[in-house]
């Protein structure tokens, strides 16, 4: 990790050359399923090794340890990393403070070529960062890859950004003044990241702060502190100073708890659960001794997501839509569609046309890249288990149901039909692969539906009607939505991604609101001498 004192060399994108999305690999070719394969074996050669929290470009250890498990096979162990308990928050604090005194004055081509370095190393490290996702979090190749091309595209975006916005102009010069605007960074700010999107959404928050000039304490999720490591190992070879990012896997009850409620944390960006996302943002709202500022939360709580399949859509894209946007990633995305809205003259139908689809979806060790790996951990197991125990009673089994039998936290896609509007099943998030099929008695009905659950993140409408796609862009409530396509898959800077009500702050990652949620405007006007 470089020192304070030396500076980032500068690497910067020729001004004329617009952001374009990395592309995604096609492993059907067998060059590239030949590379995902060596990755995979090479990875397979470091599973185990233990890791270090850095703090101010320090290695510490701990005595208490967190053990990462590949949820395919959870007798393999992924990684060993320090746990930071509460005596490490005022250590890294004080390391991300020294920092930013520094960092804070880079100038922003500094700060933006460290992106875009970075997003060159990922390239070339593309197929073995997917392959740690295969066995840290048990995708399948293709949404492991898509999981690290987000990440590039982030580096990329908000490197752009930042740029964009160190050149933003006031609209009017008042005669005799020089007016001008600029966006300062906040300070030292806490980033929690989730499991499910390990790479991209933690290094996306990563690079928000740090390229908006902030100074970061890094908490992974337990789940996966082994794809932040290698990370935070990659931003050390680019050249982020000490201090800047300081790489703290700890619990979120002790570690993360302590860090929110710091008087020197300036701001927390946060992707997980409504009730940890709550609690964040009620601890965030208490004002401590030696605080001075209200301390900014950027939140993203999940959904109950929905697609509304009308009678005069497209059959045969919308039960693909439906299949892909709920099974995808074991149905384990805040994107993910919980919830299908059929209209009741095609509801039988479609059951048929779904429950055929869905059964040809192929579950296994994700490093022979089936459609579907396992479920996260145990205990995400058994409550999706549980959720399907509940649905067997309320609604009507279609398909699935069960645990695929083996050591991994293996479950069938499943389907459940006949579920009625307000009840558990349709409203509580369940973040496994089970949908819950609801029959509407026409569009207004399945417009009432969608509507009907506390969060608003994404949804989707399948129909052929202009009135009806003009009715869902006014009156279906989420910060995503999506028409004739399915409610996953989010690119970065087509669709800023953030949705409403108890989905969260609806922060539009990946798009160009973003990194002011990083920075603080400053209007200076100096009068002429």
Known sequence: MATLEAPVQPRIRLHETLFAGE???????????RKMRAAIEKVRGQLGREYDLIIGGKRIKTADKIKSLNPAKPSQVVGIHQKAGKEHVEPAMQAALKAFEHWKYVPIEERASLLFRVADMLRERKFEFGAWMVFEVSKNWAE??????????FCEYYAREALRLSKVKTDIQLPGEHDSLHYIP??????????????????????????????????????????????????EEAGVPEGVVNFCPGSGATFGNAVVGHPKTR????????????????????????????????????????IIVDADGDFDAAVEGVA??????????????????????????????????????????????????AVINEGSMKSILDYIEYGKKDGRLITGGERVAGEGYFIR???????????KLEQEEIFGPVLAVIKSKNYDHALEIANDTEFGLTGAVYTKSKEKIERAKREFHVGNLYINRKCTGAMVGAHPFGGFNMSGTDSKAGGPDYLYLFTQGKSIAEKNI
Request: aromatic share 6%; glycine share 8%; hydrophobic share 45%.
């Open 413 to 423: 896609p499943t389907v459940i039909a006949d579920v009625k509007p307000k009840s």
């Open 186 to 235: 906040l300070g030292v700010g806490a980033v929690i990241p989730p499991w499910n999107f390990p790479c991209a959404i933690m290094a996306g928050m990563t690079a928000a702060s740090v390229v908006a000039g902030n100074a970061v304490i890094l908490k992974p999720s337990s789940d996966s502190p082994t794809i932040a490591a290698k990370f935070v190992e990659l931003l």
């Open 144 to 153: 492991a890859d898509a999981d690290v091309a987000e990440t590039i595209d």
């Open 23 to 33: 592309p995604l690999t096609d492993f059907s070719k067998e060059d590239n399923a």
């Open 324 to 373: 892909q946007a709920a099974f995808g990633f074991q149905g384990q995305k805040c994107s993910a569609c919980s919830r299908a809205i059929i209209d009741e003259r095609i509801y039988d139908k479609f059951l048929d046309a779904l429950k055929a689809r869905v059964e040809k979806i192929t579950v296994g060790d994700p490093t022979e890249n089936p459609n579907m790996g």
């Open 267 to 306: 701001y927390i960006a946060f992707t997980g659960s409504r009730e940890v996302g709550l609690d964040i943002n009620k601890r965030a709202a208490d004002v401590v001794p030696g605080q001075v500022w209200i301390k900014r939360t950027i939140l993203e709580m999940g959904g109950k997501d929905a």
